[in-house]
């Protein structure tokens, strides 16, 4: 293959990736790296690096829809975002000293995850619980547009208050989120929507629109460091960036009638693939 | 105060969307400019990815990259574009400090101080391997 169809292929990869990811709210970046590593052979730092980037720009494009829905909690977003990006750079600087695979099959097992929870789907937490005195002191508690289904106007200003509960457990658990995100260049999406809604208690909405609004101040916060050690190759990103925020814009587009339920069944059964492949490739040492 | 959000709290986060769909914008369309005059003169087989050799020279640290793209070179052209993509949520961040220090909620400036800190130590501590 020469460059140029090297990218193009590369790009359309990433453009499937990024309207799937859109579609089944898991992210394109959990996919890029097994693309890149299984399917064409990228070392898996150089993919590492480019899935980073395109983690941020999906995030970042995204955010300013979902921030004009009125969903997401700033304070929230801001006291975690202390734990993720503190993850991040211990994620980063560890990926400097763990084998390659190793990072493939800590990679398979997140991979082996998200893929569960598109299965399984999020339960919405519990309602009308009583604050909480660490969240009550963070002033973390905050409101939400009333349920627009459930009978209220097209333009109500109707807001749904809600309590944050277990914050210390939530703010170690974004840690951990940081650190994977740091260590293998994901949005780490489905471990701090388990961080926000199982362990806090924060409404689907809240903690979905937050956590990608999270996402992409975790994944700066590795960048730096991905940048100095050569993790990020401006050729290979061109067409993985470009790619996966077309697929997200796409995606966005038809979401209204995709039959999100089937998509996630079948994404789920891809990723669960790859997570299997990419254990397997990481004890075989190949990756 | 805990009944979190106020009406200019959501005022500001408009405003936070849009500096970040801007970013990402102004971000992609230099990749893309960069990319067309990467490709355009570009026959030879696609690099080497396979094994592990860091990106090419001086296209790794924020002053040769910039230097770079001032001479219209045009991987670090592509390479200033995702500079431009990384510094958006950090400009996202810098923007809620403001916003916080509007509502004189000195806990969450320090709060977001900290995150700032975090974030320019990642991108300009230059011993970090």
């Given at each position: 293959?020469?460059?140029?169809?090297?990218?193009?292929?590369?790009?359309?990869?990433?453009?499937?990736?990024?309207?799937?990811?859109?579609?089944?709210?898991?992210?394109?970046?959990?996919?890029?790296?097994?693309l890149?590593?299984?399917?064409f052979?990228?070392?898996?730092?150089?993919?590492?690096?480019?899935?980073?980037?395109?983690?941020?720009?999906?995030?970042?494009?995204?955010?300013?829809?979902?921030?004009?829905?009125g969903?997401?909690n700033?304070?929230?977003?801001?006291?975690?975002?202390m734990a993720?990006?503190?993850?991040?750079?211990?994620?980063?600087?560890?990926?400097?000293?763990?084998?390659?695979?190793?990072?493939?099959i800590?990679?398979?097992?997140?991979?082996l995850?998200?893929?569960?929870?598109?299965?399984?789907?999020?339960?919405?937490?519990?309602?009308?619980?009583?604050?909480?005195r660490?969240?009550?002191?963070?002033?973390?508690?905050?409101?939400?547009?009333?349920?627009?289904?459930?009978?209220?106007?097209?333009?109500?200003?109707?807001?749904?208050?809600?309590?944050?509960?277990?914050?210390?457990?939530?703010?170690?658990?974004?840690?951990?989120?940081?650190?994977?995100?740091?260590?293998?260049?994901i949005?780490?999406?489905?471990?701090?929507?388990?961080?926000?809604?199982?362990?806090?208690?924060?409404?689907?909405?809240?903690?979905?629109?937050?956590s990608?609004?999270?996402i992409?101040?975790t994944?700066?916060?590795?960048?730096?460091?991905?940048?100095?050690?050569g993790?990020?190759?401006p050729?290979?990103?061109?067409?993985?960036?470009?790619?996966?925020l077309?697929?997200?814009?796409?995606?966005?587009?038809?979401?209204?009638?995709?039959?999100?339920?089937?998509?996630?069944?079948?994404?789920?059964?891809?990723?669960?693939?790859?997570?299997?492949?990419?254990?397997?490739?990481?004890?075989?040492g190949?990756? | 105060?805990?009944?979190?959000?106020?009406?200019?709290?959501?005022?500001?986060?408009?405003?936070?969307?849009?500096?970040?769909?801007?970013?990402?914008?102004i971000?992609?369309?230099?990749?893309?400019?960069g990319?067309?005059?990467?490709?355009?003169?570009?026959?030879?087989p696609?690099a080497?990815?396979?094994?592990?050799?860091?990106?090419?020279?001086?296209?790794?640290?924020?002053?040769?990259?910039?230097?770079?793209a001032?001479?219209?070179?045009?991987?670090?052209?592509?390479?200033?574009?995702?500079?431009?993509?990384?510094?958006?949520?950090?400009?996202?961040?810098?923007?809620?400090?403001?916003?916080f220090?509007?509502?004189?909620?000195?806990?969450?400036?320090?709060?977001?101080?900290?995150?700032?800190?975090?974030?320019?130590?990642?991108?300009?501590?230059?011993?970090?391997?």
């Amino acid at each position: 293959m020469n460059t140029l169809e090297f990218t193009l292929v590369v790009a359309a990869g990433s453009f499937v990736a990024g309207m799937l990811g859109a579609l089944t709210g898991l992210g394109g970046g959990v996919v890029i790296v097994p693309l890149l590593t299984l399917v064409f052979g990228v070392d898996i730092r150089y993919a590492i690096g480019a899935s980073l980037v395109s983690v941020i720009a999906t995030s970042s494009g995204a955010a300013a829809a979902y921030l004009k829905e009125g969903y997401s909690n700033m304070r929230v977003g801001m006291f975690l975002e202390m734990a993720t990006t503190a993850g991040a750079l211990s994620g980063a600087f560890i990926a400097g000293y763990v084998s390659t695979s190793a990072i493939a099959i800590i990679f398979g097992v997140v991979l082996l995850y998200s893929a569960y929870t598109s299965f399984g789907g999020p339960k919405e937490p519990e309602k009308g619980l009583a604050a909480d005195r660490v969240a009550t002191f963070l002033r973390l508690d905050g409101t939400f547009p009333a349920d627009r289904a459930r009978g209220a106007a097209e333009d109500s200003t109707e807001r749904e208050a809600y309590h944050v509960r277990n914050v210390p457990a939530g703010f170690s658990l974004m840690y951990v989120a940081g650190v994977l995100s740091g260590l293998l260049g994901i949005g780490s999406g489905a471990v701090k929507v388990l961080a926000m809604d199982q362990a806090m208690k924060i409404p689907f909405k809240v903690s979905t629109t937050t956590s990608n609004f999270m996402i992409g101040v975790t994944a700066a916060a590795s960048a730096g460091i991905y940048l100095r050690r050569g993790y990020i190759d401006p050729a290979l990103a061109l067409p993985v960036m470009l790619g996966v925020l077309a697929g997200a814009l796409v995606g966005a587009l038809i979401l209204p009638g995709a039959k999100v339920r089937s998509l996630r069944i079948v994404f789920g059964t891809v990723i669960a693939a790859l997570g299997v492949q990419m254990i397997l490739e990481g004890i075989r040492g190949k990756l | 105060m805990a009944d979190g959000k106020k009406p200019s709290d959501q005022g500001f986060e408009i405003l936070l969307g849009r500096l970040l769909r801007t970013g990402v914008v102004i971000a992609a369309v230099i990749v893309l400019a960069g990319g067309v005059a990467f490709l355009s003169h570009s026959q030879a087989p696609s690099a080497d990815y396979g094994t592990f050799h860091g990106a090419p020279a001086g296209l790794n640290e924020v002053r040769s990259i910039v230097h770079g793209a001032a001479g219209l070179a045009p991987l670090a052209v592509i390479q200033f574009g995702l500079l431009v993509l990384i510094a958006t949520p950090v400009a996202r961040v810098l923007f809620s400090m403001l916003g916080f220090v509007l509502e004189r909620d000195w806990m969450y400036v320090g709060v977001t101080a900290i995150v700032l800190g975090l974030l320019i130590y990642s991108l300009a501590n230059h011993s970090a391997r």
